[in-house]
T-cell receptor
Framework: GAVVSQHPSRVICKSGTSVKIECRSL??????MFWYRQFPKQSLMLMAT?????????EQGVEKDKFLINHASLTLSTLTVTSAHPEDSSFYIC????????????FGPGTRLTVL | DAKTTQPTSMDCAEGRAANLPCNHS???????VYWYRQIHSQGPQYIIH???NNETNEMASLIITEDRKSSTLILPHATLRDTAVYYC??????????FGTGTKLQVIP
Protein backbone atom coordinates (compact mmCIF):
# COMPACT_ATOMS: atom_id res chain seq x y z
CA GLY A 1 0.00 0.00 0.00
CA ALA A 2 0.84 3.73 0.08
CA VAL A 3 1.79 4.14 -3.56
CA VAL A 4 2.27 7.57 -5.08
CA SER A 5 2.58 8.06 -8.82
CA GLN A 6 3.67 10.99 -10.95
CA HIS A 7 3.06 11.84 -14.57
CA PRO A 8 4.93 12.44 -16.73
CA SER A 9 8.19 10.83 -15.63
CA ARG A 10 10.15 13.21 -17.84
CA VAL A 11 9.27 16.22 -19.95
CA ILE A 12 11.18 18.50 -22.26
CA CYS A 13 9.71 21.85 -23.14
CA LYS A 14 10.65 25.11 -24.77
CA SER A 15 11.43 28.20 -22.74
CA GLY A 16 8.32 30.26 -22.05
CA THR A 17 5.86 27.38 -22.10
CA SER A 18 3.95 25.96 -19.14
CA VAL A 19 4.24 22.41 -17.90
CA LYS A 20 1.82 20.49 -15.68
CA ILE A 21 2.94 17.62 -13.46
CA GLU A 22 0.41 15.31 -11.83
CA CYS A 23 0.79 13.53 -8.51
CA ARG A 24 -1.62 10.80 -7.50
CA SER A 25 -2.05 8.67 -4.41
CA LEU A 26 -3.12 5.33 -5.83
CA UNK A 27 -4.34 3.38 -2.83
CA UNK A 28 -5.05 5.93 -0.13
CA UNK A 29 -6.61 9.31 0.35
CA UNK A 30 -3.93 11.93 0.73
CA UNK A 31 -4.89 14.59 3.24
CA UNK A 32 -1.72 16.51 2.55
CA MET A 33 0.59 16.57 -0.45
CA PHE A 34 4.03 18.09 -0.74
CA TRP A 35 6.11 19.23 -3.69
CA TYR A 36 9.90 19.12 -3.69
CA ARG A 37 12.55 19.84 -6.27
CA GLN A 38 16.07 18.55 -6.49
CA PHE A 39 18.93 20.02 -8.47
CA PRO A 40 21.85 17.79 -9.51
CA LYS A 41 23.99 16.58 -6.62
CA GLN A 42 21.82 18.41 -4.10
CA SER A 43 19.27 17.29 -1.56
CA LEU A 44 15.53 17.65 -1.93
CA MET A 45 14.14 21.10 -1.19
CA LEU A 46 10.53 21.52 -0.14
CA MET A 47 8.61 23.91 -2.36
CA ALA A 48 5.10 23.83 -0.98
CA THR A 49 2.54 21.98 1.08
CA UNK A 50 -1.05 21.57 0.00
CA UNK A 51 -4.19 20.30 1.65
CA UNK A 52 -7.18 19.16 -0.35
CA UNK A 53 -9.51 22.02 -1.13
CA UNK A 54 -7.33 24.80 0.24
CA UNK A 55 -4.54 27.02 -1.02
CA UNK A 56 -1.02 25.73 -0.94
CA UNK A 57 1.54 27.03 1.54
CA UNK A 58 4.79 27.93 -0.18
CA GLU A 59 8.26 27.85 1.32
CA GLN A 60 10.24 31.04 1.51
CA GLY A 61 11.75 31.96 -1.83
CA VAL A 62 9.35 29.89 -3.93
CA GLU A 63 7.25 32.00 -6.30
CA LYS A 64 3.62 31.02 -5.93
CA ASP A 65 2.64 32.66 -9.22
CA LYS A 66 5.25 30.65 -11.07
CA PHE A 67 4.62 27.30 -9.44
CA LEU A 68 0.87 26.83 -9.37
CA ILE A 69 -0.39 24.04 -7.16
CA ASN A 70 -3.87 22.60 -7.27
CA HIS A 71 -5.04 19.92 -4.85
CA ALA A 72 -8.52 19.35 -6.17
CA SER A 73 -9.18 15.93 -4.70
CA LEU A 74 -7.87 13.60 -2.02
CA THR A 75 -5.95 11.62 -4.61
CA LEU A 76 -4.65 14.25 -7.02
CA SER A 77 -2.40 17.28 -6.83
CA THR A 78 -0.93 19.13 -9.79
CA LEU A 79 2.08 21.40 -10.09
CA THR A 80 2.17 23.76 -13.05
CA VAL A 81 5.44 25.45 -13.87
CA THR A 82 4.39 28.59 -15.72
CA SER A 83 6.58 30.31 -18.28
CA ALA A 84 9.34 27.81 -17.70
CA HIS A 85 12.97 28.84 -18.16
CA PRO A 86 16.16 26.78 -18.29
CA GLU A 87 16.86 27.48 -14.62
CA ASP A 88 13.61 25.66 -13.77
CA SER A 89 15.09 22.46 -15.13
CA SER A 90 15.11 20.10 -12.18
CA PHE A 91 13.80 16.87 -10.69
CA TYR A 92 10.34 17.51 -9.21
CA ILE A 93 9.07 15.07 -6.61
CA CYS A 94 5.74 14.93 -4.82
CA UNK A 95 4.83 13.16 -1.63
CA UNK A 96 1.65 12.48 0.28
CA UNK A 97 0.50 11.57 3.75
CA UNK A 98 -2.67 9.78 4.75
CA UNK A 99 -1.86 6.13 4.17
CA UNK A 100 -1.98 3.35 6.75
CA UNK A 101 0.85 5.09 8.61
CA UNK A 102 -1.09 8.34 8.49
CA UNK A 103 1.85 10.61 9.33
CA UNK A 104 4.39 8.93 7.09
CA UNK A 105 5.18 10.73 3.85
CA UNK A 106 5.29 8.52 0.79
CA PHE A 107 7.07 9.83 -2.27
CA GLY A 108 6.41 9.62 -5.96
CA PRO A 109 9.04 8.53 -8.49
CA GLY A 110 9.76 12.08 -9.61
CA THR A 111 9.47 14.06 -12.85
CA ARG A 112 12.56 15.20 -14.73
CA LEU A 113 11.89 18.60 -16.31
CA THR A 114 14.24 19.95 -18.94
CA VAL A 115 13.60 23.42 -20.30
CA LEU A 116 15.40 24.23 -23.53
CA ASP B 1 19.48 24.33 11.81
CA ALA B 2 20.31 20.72 11.02
CA LYS B 3 18.46 18.36 13.35
CA THR B 4 20.52 15.32 12.38
CA THR B 5 24.15 14.55 11.65
CA GLN B 6 25.16 11.70 9.38
CA PRO B 7 28.46 10.64 7.83
CA THR B 8 28.81 11.84 4.27
CA SER B 9 29.59 8.43 2.84
CA MET B 10 30.11 4.79 3.76
CA ASP B 11 31.12 1.60 2.01
CA CYS B 12 29.79 -1.85 2.76
CA ALA B 13 30.68 -5.25 1.32
CA GLU B 14 27.88 -7.08 -0.42
CA GLY B 15 26.24 -9.61 1.89
CA ARG B 16 27.45 -7.91 5.04
CA ALA B 17 25.37 -5.82 7.39
CA ALA B 18 25.33 -2.08 6.71
CA ASN B 19 25.14 0.02 9.85
CA LEU B 20 24.28 3.64 9.20
CA PRO B 21 24.57 5.98 12.20
CA CYS B 22 22.66 9.17 12.87
CA ASN B 23 23.05 11.71 15.65
CA HIS B 24 20.03 13.71 16.74
CA SER B 25 21.07 15.10 20.11
CA UNK B 26 18.38 17.80 20.18
CA UNK B 27 15.46 15.49 19.48
CA UNK B 28 12.32 16.33 21.44
CA UNK B 29 9.98 13.94 23.16
CA UNK B 30 7.35 13.99 20.42
CA UNK B 31 9.71 13.62 17.48
CA UNK B 32 10.04 10.37 15.60
CA VAL B 33 13.15 9.14 13.83
CA TYR B 34 12.46 8.39 10.16
CA TRP B 35 14.71 6.82 7.58
CA TYR B 36 14.35 7.21 3.82
CA ARG B 37 16.64 6.32 0.98
CA GLN B 38 16.99 7.68 -2.52
CA ILE B 39 18.36 5.53 -5.27
CA HIS B 40 19.82 7.54 -8.12
CA SER B 41 17.21 9.44 -10.16
CA GLN B 42 14.28 8.05 -8.17
CA GLY B 43 11.98 9.46 -5.51
CA PRO B 44 12.82 8.79 -1.85
CA GLN B 45 11.67 5.46 -0.45
CA TYR B 46 10.35 5.14 3.08
CA ILE B 47 12.30 2.56 5.08
CA ILE B 48 11.32 2.63 8.73
CA HIS B 49 10.56 4.90 11.65
CA UNK B 50 10.44 4.75 15.43
CA UNK B 51 9.90 6.79 18.56
CA UNK B 52 11.64 5.03 21.45
CA ASN B 53 11.69 1.31 20.84
CA ASN B 54 13.77 -0.54 18.33
CA GLU B 55 11.87 -1.39 15.19
CA THR B 56 12.25 -4.03 12.50
CA ASN B 57 10.50 -4.57 9.19
CA GLU B 58 11.21 -6.46 6.01
CA MET B 59 13.70 -3.87 4.86
CA ALA B 60 15.72 -2.93 7.91
CA SER B 61 16.10 -2.57 11.66
CA LEU B 62 16.19 0.69 13.56
CA ILE B 63 18.09 0.85 16.83
CA ILE B 64 17.44 3.96 18.95
CA THR B 65 19.60 4.64 21.99
CA GLU B 66 17.92 4.89 25.36
CA ASP B 67 18.51 8.64 25.56
CA ARG B 68 17.20 8.93 21.95
CA LYS B 69 20.13 11.11 20.97
CA SER B 70 21.30 8.76 18.27
CA SER B 71 20.14 5.86 16.17
CA THR B 72 21.43 3.27 13.74
CA LEU B 73 19.78 1.90 10.65
CA ILE B 74 20.80 -1.68 9.94
CA LEU B 75 20.47 -3.34 6.57
CA PRO B 76 21.17 -6.96 7.58
CA HIS B 77 22.50 -8.29 4.27
CA ALA B 78 23.39 -5.46 1.94
CA THR B 79 23.00 -6.00 -1.81
CA LEU B 80 24.16 -3.89 -4.72
CA ARG B 81 20.60 -2.57 -5.01
CA ASP B 82 20.96 -1.00 -1.58
CA THR B 83 23.44 1.52 -2.97
CA ALA B 84 21.71 4.84 -2.34
CA VAL B 85 21.68 8.02 -0.28
CA TYR B 86 20.16 7.34 3.13
CA TYR B 87 18.42 10.14 5.00
CA CYS B 88 17.80 10.21 8.75
CA UNK B 89 15.03 12.66 9.65
CA UNK B 90 13.46 13.64 12.94
CA UNK B 91 9.98 15.08 12.93
CA UNK B 92 6.73 15.18 14.77
CA UNK B 93 3.96 13.36 13.00
CA UNK B 94 2.34 16.37 11.43
CA UNK B 95 5.53 18.06 10.28
CA UNK B 96 6.82 18.09 6.73
CA UNK B 97 9.88 16.02 5.90
CA UNK B 98 13.00 18.16 5.60
CA PHE B 99 16.02 16.53 4.02
CA GLY B 100 19.64 17.00 5.00
CA THR B 101 22.56 15.75 2.96
CA GLY B 102 22.28 12.10 4.05
CA THR B 103 24.81 9.28 3.85
CA LYS B 104 25.85 7.95 0.48
CA LEU B 105 26.11 4.18 0.94
CA GLN B 106 28.12 2.30 -1.65
CA VAL B 107 27.73 -1.48 -1.57
CA ILE B 108 30.82 -3.10 -3.00
CA PRO B 109 30.77 -6.50 -4.76
Amino acid sequence: GAVVSQHPSRVICKSGTSVKIECRSLDFQATTMFWYRQFPKQSLMLMATSNEGSKATYEQGVEKDKFLINHASLTLSTLTVTSAHPEDSSFYICSATGGANTDTQYFGPGTRLTVL
Amino acid sequence: DAKTTQPTSMDCAEGRAANLPCNHSTISGNEYVYWYRQIHSQGPQYIIHGLKNNETNEMASLIITEDRKSSTLILPHATLRDTAVYYCIVREGYQKVTFGTGTKLQVIP
